[in-house]
Nanobody, 122 residues
């Protein structure tokens, strides 16, 4: 059974930082492109960032460019999202996802985690 388990969310003040992790089991991470998505209350889920199979290429949504960094450690079967200079509009549930044959910010991913809440507020 494939499982993606996110962690690292929480409450942070504007301008602060968080590092999200996504631990994968039941699959070999190196066989999948990985992505981070988020969904705020009343809004549709949106792609935040994705990284290709070997970690040599990544894509970022315009809203997070220059502030967020995606990375992966295939040996540890773990995906990361370093989030700096956080803004209140970054408040959302953050999900990681794995795609067997897709690389991008659309929802065409095969497996999804349950999410971790990020709240940016003073």
């Amino acid at each position: 059974e494939v499982q993606l388990v996110e962690s690292g969310g929480g409450l942070v003040q504007p301008g602060g930082s968080l590092r999200l992790s996504c631990a994968a089991s039941g699959l070999t991470l190196a066989d999948y492109a990985m992505g981070w998505f988020r969904q705020a209350p009343g809004k549709e889920r949106e792609g935040v960032s994705c990284i290709n199979w070997l970690g040599r290429s990544s894509i970022y949504a315009d809203a997070v460019k220059g502030r967020f960094t995606i990375s992966r450690n295939n040996a540890k079967n773990t995906l990361y999202l370093q989030m700096n200079s956080l803004k209140p509009e970054d408040t959302a549930m953050y999900y990681c996802a794995a795609a067997r044959s897709y690389y991008g910010l659309d929802n065409r991913y095969n497996y999804w985690g349950q999410g971790t809440q990020v709240t940016v507020s003073s």
